[in-house]
């Protein structure tokens, strides 16, 4: 049994709220022994960067969690490991904080990044959990496409501009595919698909998703901490 948070975006105070009202004790533990799995996008927006890694590494290093890479993680990951520049506002501020923060989450947060996997294949292979949704064709597949898709979705040129490719309302898998990436106002199901980033970091609300039940369990923001023009807009959402 799984519950499937949602991007956090440095919303930690909501990611607390969220576990108390799934039923995790203080100490972070389900009297079920149900298991977490978080979606990615850690990081950037939000007030709390720092903290919302700290809980998550924690959580997985102590073996009650799993992470996906969200693009967000990406970028960190990559400027930290001296590959890539700070390009983002957004990441740059995130930064700041990590870089605030001891020396030795620094590097633990790198180890911990590193690790992460772009994909979870759970319930023998009923459930596939990625950061920016997945088709069928890549589903437990570790190539530069699946990866390059699980992290930041499919994208094609419209009007000279990168924009997202609506997935799910193709796809016809098997298996339940949980994700985030792209802000919605309410969870969205589509066909055999869920997207559980409900925009917290927006003013909307942190997500949970109870896997098998297919029920969800939502907190909302304290606050507008991150405001983006057209964020609600993909998809016609």
């Known amino acids: 049994m799984y519950d499937i948070i949602g991007d956090i975006h440095g919303c930690h105070a909501e990611l607390q709220r969220l576990l108390k009202q799934l039923g995790y004790s203080a100490r972070y533990r389900h009297p079920d022994n149900r298991q977490l799995v978080f979606v990615g996008d850690i990081a950037d927006r939000g007030p709390?960067?720092?903290?919302?890694?700290q809980l998550v590494m924690r959580l997985v290093r102590e073996g009650v969690a799993q992470c996906v890479m969200g693009n967000h993680d990406l970028r960190i990951l990559n400027h930290l490991s001296g590959q890539g520049k700070v390009d983002s506002p957004n990441t740059r501020q995130s930064m700041l904080q990590i870089e605030a923060a001891p020396k030795s989450f620094q590097a633990d947060l790198?180890?911990?990044?590193?690790?992460?996997?772009?994909?979870?294949?759970?319930?023998?292979?009923?459930?596939?959990?990625?950061?920016?949704?997945?088709?069928?064709?890549?589903?437990g597949q570790n190539t530069p496409e699946a990866r390059?898709?699980?992290?930041?979705?499919?994208?094609v040129m419209h009007n000279?501009?990168?924009?997202?490719?609506?997935?799910?309302?193709?796809?016809?898998?098997p298996a339940l595919v949980v994700y985030g990436h792209t802000p919605v106002r309410k969870v969205r199901?589509?066909?055999n698909s869920v997207n559980i980033d409900t925009g917290c970091v927006f003013g909307g609300k942190l997500t949970g998703l109870l896997y098998p039940e297919r029920t969800t369990v939502s907190v909302p923001a304290s606050r507008i901490y991150n405001i983006k023009s057209g964020v609600w807009d993909q998809f016609g959402i």
Not at 48 to 53: I, K, M, P, S
Not at 148 to 155: D, K, N, P, S, V
Not at 160 to 173: E, F, H, I, P, S
């Open 160 to 173: 000279g501009k990168l924009t997202r490719v609506d997935w799910a309302k193709d796809y016809q898998g």
């Open 189 to 191: 199901w589509v066909n």
């Open 110 to 139: 790198l180890s911990f990044l590193t690790g992460l996997p772009h994909q979870l294949t759970l319930d023998h292979g009923r459930l596939i959990v990625a950061h920016a949704g997945l088709p069928t064709i890549h589903h």
């Open 48 to 53: 709390q960067v720092v903290e919302a890694y």
């Open 148 to 155: 390059q898709i699980a992290i930041h979705g499919e994208r």
